[in-house]
């Protein structure tokens, strides 16, 4: 079975002379090529053929990402590593949107590196766990985002009672504030939640369990 030929892209010669150093001691992998910057790394992708691409994202004349995704156009079965010091959800989206099979932090270790080049090269996906992280931590945010969650207990209390068909002066006199105190939290409901009138609020009540449907 042949070496696995790389093509290092990183507009930093330093960066690509410590990758090839670090890469030179594994006897299975092979760097037949450097580029430093997007539109080199094309037209070297084409003159060499690599299997795999370890691409920076942030470099002149032209981007990793924007290389990526040309270097996939021209041919499908090219594999892309994005290898970077970003590590943000955007930055890993879109890596993965230009066609990249792997993202890699430059902060991560050479064993690390290795072994992303290995999977990739076998045809699988590899996301640094740093990578993975992010964009869980954001999925939770984002689930954690949901309307309902930005109220208080007192408002989900009143947007209940609302939603039950009380009266601003009924809630009031339940509740032992003031008919001005029930207007002000249920302005801050419908800011929060987005809605504008009182049906709307019942029906969000209704889709949320707070109330029975038929009630």
Do not use: W
């Amino acid at each position: 079975m042949g070496k696995i030929r790389l093509l290092v892209v990183d507009d930093h010669t330093l960066m690509r002379d410590g990758i090839r150093a670090l890469l030179s001691c594994d006897d299975e992998i092979e760097v037949v090529g450097e580029a430093s910057d997007g539109k080199e790394a094309i037209e070297k992708e084409q003159q060499l053929t690599p299997d795999l691409v370890v691409m920076d994202i942030v470099m002149p004349v032209m981007d990793g990402l924007e290389a990526t995704r040309r270097i996939r156009k021209n041919n499908p079965n090219s594999k892309v590593l994005i290898l970077t010091q970003h590590d943000g959800r955007e930055f890993i989206l879109a890596a993965i949107k230009a066609g990249a099979a792997g993202y890699v932090p430059k902060k991560a270790a050479g064993s690390e590196l290795l072994t992303a080049i290995r999977a990739v090269n076998r045809g699988e996906s590899f996301l640094h766990p740093s990578a993975t992280a992010a964009l869980i931590d954001d999925y939770l945010k984002q689930v954690d985002d949901e309307p309902y969650d930005r109220l208080t207990d007192r408002e989900r209390e009143i947007l209940k009672l609302i939603a039950e068909g009380h009266t601003s002066r009924e809630i009031a006199r339940r509740l032992f504030i003031s008919m001005k105190t029930v207007m002000g939290h249920r302005t801050k409901i419908m800011q929060k939640l987005d809605i504008h009138n009182r049906m709307e609020l019942i029906k969000f009540a209704m889709h949320k369990g707070l109330v029975a449907i038929d009630s």
